[in-house]
T-cell receptor, first 116, second 109 residues
Framework: SQTIHQWPATLVQPVGSPLSLECTVE??????LYWYRQAAGRGLQLLFY??????ISSEVPQNLSASRPQDRQFILSSKKLLLSDSGFYLC???????????????FGQGTRLTVV | RKEVEQDPGPFNVPEGATVAFNCTYS??????FFWYRQDCRKEPKLLMS???SGNEDGRFTAQLNRASQYISLLIRDSKLSDSATYLC??????????FGRGTSLIVHP
């Protein structure tokens, strides 16, 4: 069966420090991968998605970047964190060959980031 | 207009009640629709897919109205454990899940 791992679960970082969040998926090949952010009391905002190694699409301009160095690894980074980067970061995957109707997304447990 | 819109609630209902949530979407070409459940400070989890003909899973019934571009979720015989935020999801293209803001449900004794 497929599993998704995301770490760390919680993180407190000072303003201006770098960030690296990692997500890996097991039990599937060529998944679609996603990074979402959820601010307190708000909905999920799609940050990045990837349909293959090295292919990254950015949804909104921001202080963050993403990379997919391996098929089942997705990394979210920042060179210098801002206070506004605080939030709940969620990695997700979906079947890469889901057909025209697509398939549902499955989420990791999330990283709660607080920038201080 | 937002891609996916939901009434944030909260919906405050007694145990045993029937409650319905609606969600509207803007892209008439959308093909995939889902309801997710999110507990406080947890990741969203798939509750059910939504099919054109409507579908049921135990106490939960999902309906899709393509003409009016809305999706509904009906929960019958509400349980305390149903208290959560319910997220409407519409895929943009075939593989970009777009989430509504969520509807909060509180079931009280």
């Amino acid at each position: 069966s497929q599993t998704i791992h995301q770490w760390p679960a919680t993180l407190v970082q000072p303003v201006g420090s770098p960030l690296s969040l990692e997500c890996t998926v097991e039990g599937t090949s060529n998944p679609n991968l996603y990074w979402y952010r959820q601010a307190a009391g708000r909905g999920l905002q799609l940050l990045f998605y990837s349909v293959g190694i090295g292919q990254i699409s950015s949804e909104v301009p921001q202080n963050l970047s993403a990379s997919r160095p391996q098929d089942r690894q997705f990394i979210l980074s920042s060179k210098k964190l801002l206070l506004s980067d605080s939030g709940f970061y969620l990695c997700a995957w979906s079947v890469g060959t889901g057909g025209p109707r697509g398939t549902e997304a499955f989420f990791g447990q999330g990283t709660r980031l607080t920038v201080v | 207009r937002k891609e996916v819109e939901q009434d944030p609630g909260p919906f405050n209902v007694p145990e045993g009640a029937t409650v319905a949530f609606n969600c509207t979407y803007s892209n008439s070409a959308s093909q995939s629709f889902f309801w997710y459940r999110q507990d406080c400070r947890k990741e969203p989890k798939l509750l059910m897919s939504v099919y054109s003909s409507g579908n049921e899973d135990g106490r939960f019934t999902a309906q899709l109205n393509r003409a009016s571009q809305y999706i509904s979720l009906l929960i019958r015989d509400s349980k305390l454990s149903d208290s959560a935020t319910y997220l409407c999801v519409v895929n943009r293209g075939s593989y970009i899940p777009t989430f509504g803001r969520g509807t909060s449900l509180i079931v009280h004794p």
